[in-house]
């Protein structure tokens, strides 16, 4: 099923395809815990950008593979390209406009991942 979902102002948006049934990681690294994103990664194939992709800023940090876009004009991350799936995209549950009707979500140890990280590579694949 199709979901819609941006940034607060509306000027990033995008839908991606999901089951009715998702699992998503709640990350305690420092930049998930202090924007509490909650990670839903997909496959590449099943995200479309809907807005210009120059209504986005991105950031990079560490190793520099991991994308954060954000939004130029409000400041939201709704999505990013993971660093545990390059493959993929990773959209913020919290900026879908209507979540699936069942939503599991897993403790992640973020401040540990490498150690963790590979339990996240089969979510990208299709």
Not at 66 to 89: E, L, M, T, W
């Amino acid at each position: 099923m199709k979901y819609l979902g941006g940034c607060h102002c509306q000027s990033v948006r995008f839908e991606v395809n999901l089951a009715d049934e998702v699992d998503v990681e709640d990350c305690n690294c420092s930049i998930c815990s202090k924007s509490g994103f909650l990670h839903l990664i997909v496959p590449k194939a099943h995200f479309r950008l809907l807005t210009p992709k120059n209504n986005l800023s991105c950031y990079t940090f560490n190793t520099g593979v991991a994308k954060h876009y954000f939004c130029k004009q409000c400041g939201v991350k709704s999505f990013y390209i993971p660093r545990s799936n390059p493959d993929g995209v990773d959209v913020n549950l919290r900026c879908l406009d209507k979540q699936p009707p069942i939503v599991n979500i897993n403790k992640f140890d973020g401040q540990n991942w490498e150690d963790n990280a590979a339990s996240l590579a089969h979510k990208s694949r299709i």
